[in-house]
């Protein structure tokens, strides 16, 4: 089994689901700020926001909020956001890739750091690990949505590539200039998605046992839940055995 997502359904399970919810509220509304600051403030003409609003209604985001958030770009309170990506090694030699959106170049890129170095692993340069993954946009959607037939024929007229189901739900995969109108014409076929999101995709994966699995979630979690923030990425691969005691414990 290989994937970030396992891992982030772990940690969001032992974790308060009030705050881990106020959070990503604050990551996507802070996203559509920057999206609406960079270029337009109407989806229409501007692909970034389309995208950032899309998936912060899939994440069953308040319409008020999404609102907020893109008035707050064209306020004096709007902060001057840069998007950096950091990129490093964890514990088993587990490449990653941590997006951010900040103000203060030199305290995230600081935090970052320090919780590479406490949790067991390297930050390294920019492209250090990126030619291990590939940029794709992704779309995932809930079991009940279709079947698998019904979601790959949909998601081949929408202009995907791929599309893989499983008892947890559909993934449709497609590629990163297409994600805002593969999107839109899914949405036409089979309703709202569960995420809406330009990722990164691991072509090579690191193996890790469980003593190796249990400290990239530490890792992770104190990364995932810095403010700055927005999205991280990892090539790991487990076993299903030892997915199976990491959500038991």
């Given amino acids: 089994m290989a994937g970030h997502s396992q891992f982030k359904n772990i940690m969001h399970r032992k974790g308060k689901q009030d705050a881990v919810r106020a959070k990503l509220f604050s990551k996507l509304a802070r996203e559509i700020t920057v999206a609406a600051r960079q270029g337009l403030p109407d989806p229409a003409m501007n692909a970034r926001l389309r995208l950032a609003i899309q998936n912060a209604r899939a994440q069953s985001m308040p319409k008020d909020n999404i609102e907020r958030a893109i008035k707050k770009a064209s306020g004096n309170e709007a902060e001057a956001y840069e998007t950096i990506r950091y ?9 990653l890739i941590v997006e951010a959106l900040t103000d203060n170049r030199n305290r995230t890129a600081g935090a970052v750091r320090s919780y590479f170095t406490k949790y067991g692993g390297n930050l390294g340069e920019t492209n250090s690990v990126a030619f291990m993954f590939d940029r794709v946009g992704e779309i995932a959607y809930a079991a009940e949505s279709g079947s698998a037939d019904q979601v790959l024929e949909a998601a081949i007229e929408a ?9 947890a739900g559909h993934v449709v995969t497609c590629g990163f200039e297409e994600l805002g109108e593969v999107a839109v014409r899914l949405d036409e076929r089979l309703g709202q998605p569960l995420s809406v999101k330009a990722v990164w995709r691991a072509k090579v994966t690191a193996p890790l046992d469980e003593e190796g699995a249990q400290s990239l979630m530490k890792l992770l979690a104190a990364i995932e839940d810095d403010d700055d923030v927005q999205n991280v990425y990892t090539n790991f691969e487990v076993s299903d055995d030892v997915m199976a005691r990491l959500t038991a414990a």
């Fill in 159 to 167: 202009g995907a590539s791929d599309a893989t189901s499983d008892d």
């Fill in 87 to 95: 990129e490093g090694y964890g514990p088993g030699g587990v490449a």
